[in-house]
C-alpha cells in the first residue's frame, strides 16, 4: 500500500520545474502543510508523475519538510485512509533526512530534534508499524550522528517489546550492512563501538527472556552479535571475549529456544564462527549449539525443503573458514567429526544424481571443502611469513608492535602441528572416497545434459583440490596413502588380462575413467615445489603402465573417455616433473589419437585436452644437449614426424576447420617446437620443404576469397593463421635466437607476408583474424628472437598508423613489455624501441575520436600504458619495464601523458565498462611517484591533471554501479591514497573543487573530503576503504533515493 515507485535524479530534475519546488526555494511550512495531503492521496491514485515529483523535490527541502512533517505526525495515530498515507510518508521523509542528521541541524538545535524524533515515536508506538518503525530508524540515525546511542535507553523504556527490539537491531544495520551511515567522526565511530560492548548483558537478557518469538530473538541477537564483532577495529584495546561470556550466561536458554528455530539458531552460530577473536571462548557456547543443529539430522529430507539447503550450506561454509579447520588441528574444542559428517551428507545429496542435481548446490558444497584446506594453507603461509618477518631486523620493515598487530588478525599453524593432525589426513581420505563415488560419469555418457553438470562440477573440485595439495607437508605419509586407488585401478586392469574376457564392462569403465581422472585433477593442482608428490605421481603412473593397454578393450564411447583422461593425468604429471625427467607416456599416447576412438561425438571433448597433453609431455623432453641427449637424437625426430602427422596429416585447405581442430592444431606445432629443440636445422628444413609451400598457397588462395563470410563455427583464415603457427613453431625454446639460429632467414623470407596481413588484408570483424595471429606470432618473435624486434615494433607501428584501432597491437606490446628478456637483451635499446610503439599506440586512440566509445580498445591501450609506467615496488629497483628504463622514456613525454590524462578526465565519469575504468585509474596511479630523474617537472605534470581527474573520479563514483564493488573501488581508493602521499597539498582542493560539481546534497559530499583526510587515522587499509565502499553507497543511495 505504501510502496512509491523508484525515481532516478535525473527524472526528478527534469519535473521540478513543473513542481515550483527546487532544494533552494524557500516555502512557508504552511503552504507544503496544505498541500502535502492532496500530494500524497493523488499519488496514490495514479498521478506518479507528478506528485511523485513534487513529493521527492519537497523531501529535498531539508528543514522545511522537516517541520511540515513533525508537525503531521504531532497529532497521533490517523484512522482514515488518507491519514494513514499521509503519517507514513511523513515518517519515512524523517527517517531520509536523519541519515543526514547532523547536517541538518546546528550544534544548539540537534538535541532538541532528537527529543522530537523520540516523542513522536512514543506518540506512534501503538499506531501504523511502518510509521513506528521510520521513526524508529530516524531517532536511531539521529543518536549515531550525535555518539548519545546507547542501548540502556532501548531496554529501560515503556515502549512495547516489538518497538524496543527494532530500536536494538537498528543500530546494527545501520553501522556495518548495506544501508550502513557513513559515519566519518571517530569519536562518533568509538563511542558507538564502546556502547555496543557495554550493553551486551543487557541486550542479551531482554532479547533471550522471551521464548515465544524465539526466531524474533535470534535474528536480532545474530545482527547484535555481527555489530560487536565488526566494533572492534574502532576499539583495538578492548577485550573481544567479553561479550562471549555474556552470551555464556545464557547458554541454556539459548540451546531451549534453538530446538524450535534451528534455521534462526543457525544465523547465530555463524556469527559466532566469524569471532575469530576468542575461538576458545567462541567454543564454549557453539560446540552444544552445533552439536544440537546438526545431531542426528535427516539432511537427504531437509535438502528438498526450501530453507533448510541454504542455512546448512552457510553454516558450513562460515565453519569450514575458520574454526572447523582450528577443530581439526586441535586447537578448538569443536566436534570436528560432527561437522565433517555434515558436509559429507551434504556433499553426497547434492550432487546424485546429476539429471536432478542443482548446479549451485553442487558447488557450493564442494567450496565448503575448498575453504576447509585453503584455510589450513593460509594458516601455514602466515606462520611461514611470520618466521622470516622475525628473522629480519633491516629498518625498512615495519615496526615490531605493526608486525605484533598483523600476526593476531592471523591464525599461525606450523607444518609441525599440520603433521601430528592426523584428523586432516583422514578427512582428505574419506574426501578422495567421496568425490570418487559422486563424480563417475553418467551411464550413458552420450547424455549433454548430464555430462554438462558433471563437467562444471569436476571443474569445482579441481579448484578445491589446489590447497589440499599444498598441504603435502608430509609427503611420506600422505603420499603412500593417497593412491591406494589408483593401485586398485592396476589390480582391476591386471585381472582382466587374466581373465581375457575380450571387452571392459561399462561399471568398470566408469570407475577406473573418475579414479584416473581425480589423480589427474590432483597432480595438476600440485605446487611447483612438490617434487616428492610429482615424482610419487610419476611412479605410480609408471606402474600403471604394463597394465594401461587394457584400456584399449573399452567400448566406444568409453573408450574415447578412458584413454582422454589418461591424457589429461599424464600431462599433469608432465608438467610438474622437476627438469630433465624423461616425460611419461608419450609414446602411448602418440599412438592413440582421438579420432581412432572410434567415438566422433566424443571428439568435441577429448581432442583439445588430448594435444594439451601432447604439449605438456613434449616441453619435458630435453631442451639442450648434453651427452644423454645429443643434438639430433633419433628419439625426437620420430616423436616429430608423427607430431607433424598429427597437425598436417589429414589436413585439407579445402574443408573448413572449427576453432577447437584450430587450436588443438597449434598445441601439436607448439608440441613440435619442443620435441625438436634440439634439432632446428633438422626442423627448419622438413617445415620449409614440405609445409611452407603448402600453407603459403592455401593462404594466398584464402586473400582472393577474403570478401566471403566463413561459415557458421568454422576458423577464419585457416591457413594464413596455421602458417602464422608453423613459423612462431621454428623459434627456439630456452635462450633468445640471434642471426646464426636457422629460424631468422625463415621469417625474413615471411616478412612480406606479415606486412601484407597487418597492412593490406581483410580483416574479419568478429574474430580480428588474421591480423591477431600475425600479431601473436610478431609477440613471439620479438621475445625469443629479440634481433626481429626492432622491425616488429616497427610494423605494428604502421600498422597502428594505416588501420583503424583495435585492442590486438596494444595487448601484443604490453606482452612484450612484460615478457622481454633482459639480459640479455639491452634494457636501454629495448626501452627506447618500446617507448616509440607505445607512442604511436597512444597517439592514435588520442587522435581516432571513435576509439573513446569502443571499450575493448580503450581497456587494451591503458593495460599497455598502466604497466609502460609502472615502477618499482617502493624500497627497490630494476623491478619496473625494461629495469626502470621504459617508464622515464614516456614520462619525459610530458604532453603525451597529458593527453591520456585528460581522456581519463573525459572518459572516465560516463565509462560503463569495469575493466576500462580499473585500467585508467591504474595507469594514474601508477603516475603517482615523485621518485622521478625529474621530480619537479614531474610533480607539476600531476599538479596540472590532478583538479581534473579528481572531479572525473568523484563522477564516476556517484553514477557507475561497478564502484559500489570492492575491485573498482579499490582502485579508486589505492589513486586517493598515491595522490595524497604525492600531492598532499594540493589534493585536498583538487577533490573539493570535484565534489562541487556532483548533483548531491553537501553532507553527503563533505563524507569523502573528511574521509580523506582521517586517512591516517585507520590502522588498516582494507578498513579504511571499506568506510570509502558505505560512502560511495551513500552516494549511489541518494542518487536513486525513492518516494516511499
Same mark, same amino acid.
Given at each position: /500500500?505504501?510502496?512509491?515507485?523508484?525515481?532516478?535524479?535525473?527524472?526528478?530534475?527534469?519535473? +521540478? #520545474?513543473?513542481?515550483?519546488?527546487?532544494?533552494?526555494?524557500?516555502?512557508?511550512? $504552511?503552504?507544503?502543510?496544505?498541500?502535502?495531503?492532496?500530494?500524497?492521496?493523488?499519488?496514490?491514485?495514479?498521478?506518479?508523475?507528478?506528485?511523485?515529483?513534487?513529493?521527492?523535490?519537497?523531501?529535498?527541502?531539508?528543514?522545511?519538510?522537516?517541520?511540515?512533517?513533525?508537525?503531521?505526525?504531532?497529532?497521533?495515530?490517523?484512522?482514515?485512509?488518507?491519514?494513514?498515507?499521509?503519517?507514513?510518508?511523513? #515518517?519515512?521523509?524523517?527517517?531520509?533526512?536523519?541519515?543526514?542528521?547532523?547536517?541538518?541541524?546546528?550544534?544548539?538545535?540537534?538535541?532538541?530534534?532528537?527529543?522530537?524524533?523520540?516523542? %513522536?515515536?512514543?506518540? =506512534?508506538?501503538?499506531?501504523?508499524?511502518?510509521?513506528?518503525?521510520?521513526?524508529?530508524?530516524?531517532?536511531?540515525?539521529?543518536? /549515531?550522528?550525535?555518539?548519545?546511542?546507547?542501548?540502556?535507553?532501548?531496554?529501560?523504556?515503556?515502549?512495547?517489546?516489538?518497538?524496543?527490539?527494532?530500536?536494538?537491531?537498528?543500530?546494527?544495520?545501520?553501522?556495518?550492512?548495506?544501508?550502513?551511515?557513513?559515519?566519518?567522526?571517530?569519536?562518533?565511530?568509538?563511542?558507538?563501538?564502546?556502547?555496543?560492548?557495554?550493553?551486551?548483558?543487557?541486550?542479551?537478557?531482554?532479547?533471550?527472556?522471551?521464548?515465544?518469538?524465539?526466531?524474533?530473538?535470534?535474528?536480532?541477537?545474530?545482527?547484535?552479535?555481527?555489530?560487536?564483532?565488526?566494533?572492534?577495529?574502532?576499539?583495538?584495546?578492548?577485550?573481544?571475549?567479553?561479550?562471549?561470556?555474556?552470551? $555464556?550466561?545464557?547458554?541454556?536458554?539459548?540451546?531451549?529456544?534453538?530446538?524450535?528455530?534451528?534455521?534462526?539458531?543457525?544465523?547465530?552460530?555463524?556469527?559466532?564462527?566469524?569471532?575469530?577473536?576468542?575461538?576458545?571462548?567462541?567454543?564454549?557456547?557453539?560446540?552444544?549449539?552445533?552439536?544440537?543443529?546438526?545431531?542426528?539430522?535427516?539432511?537427504?529430507?531437509?535438502?528438498?525443503?526450501?530453507?533448510?539447503?541454504?542455512?546448512?550450506?552457510?553454516?558450513?561454509?562460515?565453519?569450514?573458514?575458520?574454526?572447523?579447520?582450528?577443530?581439526?588441528?586441535?586447537?578448538?574444542?569443536?566436534?570436528?567429526?560432527?561437522?565433517?559428517?555434515?558436509?559429507?551428507?551434504?556433499?553426497?545429496?547434492?550432487?546424485?544424481?546429476?539429471?536432478?542435481?542443482?548446479?549451485?548446490?553442487?558447488? $557450493?558444497?564442494?567450496?565448503?571443502?575448498?575453504?576447509?584446506?585453503?584455510?589450513?594453507?593460509?594458516?601455514?603461509?602466515?606462520?611461514?611469513?611470520? &618466521?622470516?618477518?622475525?628473522?629480519?631486523?633491516?629498518?625498512?620493515?615495519?615496526?615490531?608492535?605493526?608486525?605484533?598487530?598483523?600476526?593476531?588478525?592471523?591464525?599461525?599453524?606450523?607444518?609441525?602441528?599440520?603433521?601430528?593432525?592426523?584428523?586432516?589426513?583422514?578427512?582428505?581420505?574419506?574426501?578422495?572416497? *567421496?568425490?570418487?563415488?559422486?563424480?563417475?560419469?553418467?551411464?550413458?555418457?552420450?547424455?549433454?545434459?548430464?555430462?554438462?553438470?558433471?563437467?562444471?562440477? !569436476?571443474?569445482?573440485?579441481?579448484?578445491?583440490?589446489?590447497?589440499?595439495?599444498?598441504?603435502?607437508?608430509?609427503?611420506?605419509?600422505?603420499?603412500?596413502?593417497?593412491?591406494?586407488?589408483?593401485?586398485?585401478?592396476?589390480?582391476?586392469?591386471?585381472?582382466?588380462?587374466?581373465?581375457?574376457?575380450?571387452?571392459?564392462?561399462?561399471?568398470?569403465?566408469?570407475?577406473?575413467?573418475?579414479?584416473?581422472?581425480?589423480?589427474?585433477?590432483?597432480?595438476?593442482?600440485?605446487?611447483?615445489?612438490?617434487?616428492?608428490?610429482?615424482?610419487?605421481?610419476?611412479?605410480?603412473?609408471?606402474?600403471?603402465?604394463?597394465?594401461?593397454?587394457?584400456?584399449?578393450?573399452?567400448?566406444?564411447?568409453?573408450?574415447?573417455?578412458?584413454?582422454?583422461?589418461?591424457?589429461?593425468?599424464?600431462?599433469?604429471?608432465?608438467?610438474?616433473?622437476?627438469?630433465?625427467?624423461?616425460?611419461?607416456?608419450?609414446?602411448?599416447?602418440?599412438? !592413440?589419437?582421438?579420432?581412432?576412438?572410434?567415438?566422433?561425438?566424443?571428439?568435441?571433448?577429448?581432442?583439445?585436452?588430448?594435444?594439451?597433453?601432447?604439449? #605438456?609431455?613434449?616441453?619435458?623432453?630435453? =631442451?639442450?644437449?648434453?651427452?644423454?641427449?645429443?643434438?639430433?637424437?633419433?628419439?625426437?625426430?620420430?616423436?616429430?614426424?608423427?607430431?607433424?602427422?598429427? &597437425?598436417?596429416?589429414?589436413?585439407?585447405?579445402?574443408?573448413?576447420?572449427?576453432?577447437?581442430?584450430?587450436?588443438?592444431?597449434?598445441?601439436?606445432?607448439?608440441?613440435?617446437?619442443?620435441?625438436?629443440?634440439?634439432?632446428?636445422?633438422?626442423?627448419?628444413?622438413?617445415?620449409?620443404?614440405?609445409?611452407?609451400?603448402?600453407?603459403?598457397?592455401?593462404?594466398?588462395?584464402?586473400?582472393?576469397?577474403?570478401?566471403?563470410?566463413?561459415?557458421?563455427?568454422?576458423?577464419?583464415?585457416?591457413?594464413?593463421?596455421?602458417?602464422?603457427?608453423?613459423?612462431?613453431?621454428?623459434?627456439?625454446?630456452? !635462450?633468445?635466437?640471434?642471426?646464426?639460429?636457422?629460424? @631468422?632467414?625463415?621469417?625474413?623470407?615471411?616478412?612480406?607476408?606479415?606486412?601484407?596481413?597487418?597492412?593490406?588484408?581483410?580483416?574479419?570483424?568478429?574474430?580480428?583474424?588474421? %591480423?591477431?595471429?600475425?600479431?601473436?606470432?610478431?609477440?613471439?618473435?620479438? @621475445?625469443?628472437?629479440?634481433?626481429?624486434?626492432?622491425?616488429?615494433?616497427?610494423?605494428?607501428?604502421?600498422?597502428?598508423?594505416?588501420?583503424?584501432?583495435?585492442?590486438?597491437?596494444?595487448?601484443?606490446?604490453?606482452?612484450?613489455?612484460? $615478457?622481454?628478456?633482459?639480459?640479455?637483451?639491452?634494457?636501454?635499446?629495448?626501452?627506447?624501441?618500446?617507448?616509440?610503439?607505445?607512442?604511436?599506440?597512444?597517439?592514435?586512440?588520442?587522435?581516432?575520436?571513435?576509439?573513446?566509445?569502443?571499450?575493448?580498445?580503450?581497456?587494451?591501450?591503458?593495460?599497455?600504458?598502466?604497466?609502460?609506467?609502472?615502477?618499482?615496488?617502493?624500497?627497490?629497483?630494476?623491478?619496473?619495464?625494461?629495469?626502470?628504463?621504459?617508464?622515464?622514456?614516456? %614520462?619525459?613525454?610530458?604532453?603525451?601523458?597529458?593527453?591520456?590524462?585528460?581522456?581519463?578526465?573525459?572518459? /572516465?565519469?560516463?565509462?560503463?565498462?569495469?575493466?576500462?575504468?580499473?585500467?585508467?585509474?591504474?595507469?594514474?596511479?601508477?603516475?603517482?611517484?615523485?621518485?622521478?630523474?625529474?621530480?619537479?617537472? =614531474?610533480?607539476?605534470?600531476?599538479?596540472? +591533471?590532478?583538479?581534473?581527474?579528481?572531479?572525473?573520479?568523484?563522477?564516476?563514483?556517484?553514477?557507475?554501479?561497478?564502484?559500489?564493488?570492492?575491485?573498482?573501488?579499490?582502485?579508486?581508493?589505492?589513486?586517493?591514497?598515491?595522490?595524497?602521499?604525492?600531492?598532499?597539498?594540493?589534493?585536498?582542493?583538487?577533490?573539493?573543487?570535484?565534489?562541487?560539481?556532483?548533483?548531491?546534497?553537501?553532507?553527503? *559530499?563533505?563524507? /569523502?573530503?573528511? =574521509?580523506?583526510?582521517?586517512?591516517?587515522?585507520?590502522?588498516?587499509?582494507?578498513?579504511?576503504?571499506?568506510?570509502?565502499?558505505?560512502?560511495?553507497?551513500?552516494?549511489?543511495?541518494?542518487?536513486?533515493?525513492?518516494?516511499?
Amino acid at each position: /500500500l505504501y510502496a512509491l515507485p523508484r525515481f532516478c535524479s535525473a527524472e526528478l530534475s527534469a519535473t +521540478s #520545474a513543473m513542481t515550483g519546488i527546487t532544494a533552494s526555494t524557500f516555502v512557508q511550512p $504552511a503552504d507544503f502543510a496544505k498541500e502535502l495531503q492532496q500530494r500524497v492521496t493523488m499519488f496514490h491514485a495514479g498521478d506518479e508523475l507528478y506528485s511523485g515529483a513534487w513529493l521527492s523535490d519537497f523531501q529535498k527541502t531539508g528543514l522545511t519538510a522537516w517541520h511540515v512533517c513533525t508537525e503531521k505526525l504531532r497529532v497521533g495515530p490517523l484512522t482514515s485512509c488518507d491519514g494513514e498515507l499521509l503519517q507514513a510518508f511523513c #515518517a519515512q521523509t524523517l527517517a531520509r533526512l536523519a541519515r543526514a542528521f547532523a547536517s541538518h541541524f546546528d550544534v544548539n538545535s540537534q538535541r532538541s530534534a532528537r527529543d522530537t524524533l523520540e516523542a %513522536l515515536l512514543a506518540v =506512534h508506538a501503538y499506531g501504523q508499524t511502518l510509521v513506528w518503525k521510520q521513526l524508529a530508524l530516524a531517532l536511531a540515525c539521529a543518536e /549515531l550522528w550525535l555518539g548519545t546511542w546507547a542501548a540502556a535507553a532501548s531496554l529501560n523504556t515503556s515502549l512495547p517489546a516489538t518497538v524496543r527490539r527494532e530500536l536494538l537491531v537498528l543500530p546494527a544495520e545501520l553501522l556495518f550492512d548495506s544501508k550502513a551511515l557513513p559515519l566519518t567522526d571517530k569519536a562518533a565511530r568509538q563511542q558507538v563501538a564502546a556502547s555496543l560492548f557495554s550493553s551486551c548483558d543487557g541486550v542479551f537478557a531482554f532479547l533471550l527472556e522471551a521464548q515465544s518469538d524465539a526466531e524474533q530473538s535470534f535474528r536480532i541477537l545474530s545482527a547484535w552479535l555481527r555489530a560487536v564483532r565488526k566494533a572492534q577495529i574502532w576499539l583495538p584495546t578492548c577485550d573481544a571475549a567479553q561479550p562471549l561470556r555474556h552470551l $555464556a550466561g545464557h547458554l541454556c536458554t539459548i540451546l531451549a529456544a534453538a530446538e524450535s528455530a534451528p534455521a534462526q539458531a543457525s544465523e547465530l552460530a555463524q556469527q559466532l564462527a566469524k569471532w575469530n577473536s576468542a575461538p576458545q571462548e567462541v567454543a564454549t557456547i557453539l560446540k552444544p549449539l552445533l552439536q544440537l543443529i546438526m545431531k542426528d539430522s535427516d539432511l537427504s529430507m531437509e535438502i528438498v525443503s526450501e530453507d533448510s539447503p541454504a542455512w546448512m550450506l552457510s553454516l558450513l561454509q562460515v565453519l569450514a573458514e575458520d574454526l572447523w579447520p582450528r577443530a581439526a588441528v586441535r586447537e578448538v574444542d569443536l566436534d570436528s567429526e560432527l561437522i565433517a559428517k555434515q558436509a559429507f551428507k551434504l556433499l553426497d545429496t547434492s550432487s546424485v544424481p546429476w539429471l536432478n542435481a542443482d548446479e549451485v548446490e553442487v558447488e $557450493a558444497s564442494i567450496q565448503v571443502w575448498h575453504s576447509f584446506a585453503e584455510t589450513l594453507h593460509a594458516a601455514l603461509r602466515a606462520s611461514d611469513e611470520s &618466521a622470516f618477518e622475525s628473522s629480519r631486523r633491516s629498518p625498512m620493515f615495519a615496526h615490531p608492535e605493526k608486525r605484533s598487530r598483523r600476526s593476531q588478525d592471523r591464525w599461525h599453524l606450523t607444518g609441525e602441528r599440520l603433521r601430528e593432525a592426523t584428523m586432516v589426513n583422514l578427512l582428505f581420505q574419506l574426501l578422495v572416497q *567421496k568425490l570418487l563415488d559422486c563424480m563417475r560419469l553418467p551411464e550413458i555418457p552420450e547424455d549433454e545434459e548430464a555430462l554438462e553438470l558433471l563437467q562444471h562440477a !569436476r571443474q569445482s573440485v579441481e579448484a578445491a583440490l589446489r590447497p589440499w595439495a599444498a598441504l603435502l607437508t608430509n609427503a611420506d605419509t600422505w603420499i603412500a596413502e593417497l593412491w591406494n586407488p589408483l593401485q586398485e585401478v592396476q589390480n582391476t586392469l591386471a585381472a582382466m588380462g587374466e581373465n581375457d574376457e575380450g571387452f571392459m564392462s561399462v561399471e568398470v569403465s566408469r570407475d577406473v575413467e573418475t579414479v584416473i581422472w581425480f589423480f589427474g585433477a590432483f597432480c595438476s593442482c600440485l605446487p611447483k615445489d612438490q617434487v616428492a608428490a610429482a615424482e610419487a605421481a610419476s611412479h605410480a603412473v609408471s606402474a600403471l603402465i604394463p597394465q594401461i593397454h587394457q584400456l584399449d578393450a573399452a567400448l566406444p564411447p568409453w573408450k574415447a573417455l578412458l584413454w582422454s583422461s589418461v591424457c589429461r593425468f599424464s600431462s599433469a604429471v608432465n608438467s610438474k616433473l622437476p627438469a630433465g625427467s624423461e616425460p611419461i607416456l608419450l609414446d602411448w599416447m602418440l599412438c !592413440r589419437p582421438p579420432t581412432d576412438a572410434e567415438a566422433p561425438t566424443m571428439l568435441e571433448i577429448t581432442e583439445l585436452p588430448y594435444a594439451k597433453a601432447i604439449e #605438456a609431455a613434449c616441453q619435458r623432453l630435453p =631442451h639442450v644437449a648434453t651427452a644423454s641427449a645429443p643434438v639430433g637424437t633419433a628419439t625426437n625426430t620420430n616423436i616429430g614426424e608423427k607430431l607433424l602427422l598429427l &597437425a598436417f596429416g589429414t589436413w585439407d585447405p579445402s574443408v573448413k576447420l572449427e576453432e577447437r581442430q584450430m587450436e588443438a592444431k597449434t598445441h601439436y606445432l607448439s608440441a613440435l617446437r619442443s620435441a625438436m629443440a634440439l634439432s632446428p636445422e633438422l626442423l627448419c628444413q622438413s617445415l620449409v620443404s614440405n609445409v611452407l609451400p603448402k600453407l603459403s598457397m592455401a593462404s594466398s588462395m584464402e586473400v582472393k576469397a577474403a570478401g566471403s563470410t566463413w561459415k557458421e563455427k568454422s576458423a577464419p583464415w585457416p591457413a594464413t593463421r596455421l602458417l602464422f603457427e608453423t613459423l612462431t613453431a621454428l623459434l627456439p625454446v630456452n !635462450r633468445p635466437a640471434d642471426e646464426s639460429h636457422p629460424s @631468422i632467414a625463415v621469417w625474413r623470407q615471411a616478412w612480406p607476408v606479415f606486412e601484407d596481413v597487418l597492412l593490406r588484408h581483410h580483416v574479419d570483424a568478429a574474430s580480428d583474424q588474421p %591480423l591477431k595471429a600475425a600479431v601473436e606470432a610478431l609477440q613471439r618473435a620479438g @621475445i625469443h628472437a629479440p634481433v626481429l624486434l626492432a622491425e616488429a615494433l616497427q610494423l605494428f607501428s604502421k600498422c597502428l598508423q594505416e588501420r583503424d584501432v583495435s585492442e590486438v597491437l596494444p595487448l601484443a606490446i604490453r606482452e612484450i613489455v612484460v $615478457a622481454i628478456p633482459c639480459p640479455p637483451v639491452d634494457p636501454g635499446k629495448a626501452a627506447e624501441l618500446l617507448a616509440a610503439a607505445i607512442t604511436i599506440a597512444a597517439e592514435q586512440v588520442l587522435k581516432q575520436s571513435q576509439a573513446i566509445e569502443i571499450p575493448e580498445v580503450l581497456a587494451a591501450q591503458f593495460e599497455l600504458l598502466a604497466e609502460a609506467v609502472r615502477p618499482s615496488s617502493p624500497g627497490t629497483a630494476g623491478q619496473g619495464p625494461c629495469e626502470d628504463r621504459l617508464r622515464p622514456l614516456l %614520462l619525459s613525454q610530458r604532453v603525451l601523458i597529458s593527453r591520456c590524462l585528460s581522456l581519463v578526465s573525459l572518459a /572516465l565519469p560516463d565509462c560503463p565498462s569495469e575493466r576500462v575504468s580499473i585500467q585508467m585509474l591504474r595507469f594514474t596511479k601508477h603516475l603517482m611517484s615523485d621518485e622521478e630523474a625529474e621530480p619537479d617537472a =614531474h610533480r607539476a605534470l600531476l599538479q596540472t +591533471s590532478l583538479p581534473t581527474v579528481c572531479a572525473a573520479l568523484c563522477r564516476a563514483l556517484a553514477t557507475q554501479d561497478f564502484f559500489t564493488e570492492s575491485e573498482a573501488l579499490a582502485e579508486a581508493g589505492e589513486l586517493f591514497l598515491s595522490a595524497a602521499t604525492v600531492l598532499p597539498e594540493q589534493l585536498s582542493p583538487a577533490l573539493s573543487a570535484g565534489l562541487s560539481q556532483l548533483d548531491l546534497p553537501d553532507h553527503s *559530499k563533505v563524507l /569523502l573530503e573528511q =574521509h580523506v583526510q582521517a586517512r591516517g587515522e585507520w590502522s588498516k587499509k582494507s578498513h579504511w576503504l571499506e568506510q570509502l565502499q558505505q560512502i560511495v553507497v551513500e552516494w549511489h543511495s541518494e542518487r536513486r533515493l525513492t518516494v516511499q
